[in-house]
């Protein structure tokens, strides 16, 4: 199996980041530009759980695509640099979940 075909989603992984960078730097140094908390934490949750099942769904291919084949992918460098590469998408995703699941509970008045 070439090097190419044995990580064909890795591309899709390093764009699956830029949305979710951007989610992520909006929410945090632009807090006061938003639509709505109810539609800005939908995003957040709808975006995070997009961005999470596609580590997900590499790590279940993984482990039922071809016996042996989590024992190749770590036997070289670029298989385990792929892993970490799904384990920060992975991570990144559960950030913007937890900032957008946040923003629910954000009170929209808050009293004097």
């Given amino acids: 199996m070439s090097e190419a075909n044995s990580h064909p989603r890795t591309a899709r992984m390093w764009i699956l980041l830029v949305p979710a960078v951007i989610y992520l730097v909006w929410l945090l140094l632009f807090p006061t530009l938003t ?27 993984l482990m039922f695509m071809q016996r042996g084949a989590f024992r190749r992918v770590v036997k ?8 970490l590469l799904n384990a920060l998408v992975m991570i990144v995703g559960w950030f913007v979940i937890v900032l957008g699941a946040a923003r629910f509970m954000t009170p929209a008045y808050l009293p004097n």
């Avoid at 800005?40 to 709808?46: F, M, R």
């Avoid at 070289?76 to 892993?83: I, N």
């Fill in 35 to 61: 639509v709505g908390m109810l539609f800005d934490g939908s995003i957040g949750v709808l975006l995070g759980l997009y961005i999470c099942s596609q580590p997900a769904a590499n790590g279940i291919d």
């Fill in 76 to 83: 070289h460098s670029s298989g385990v640099e792929w892993l």
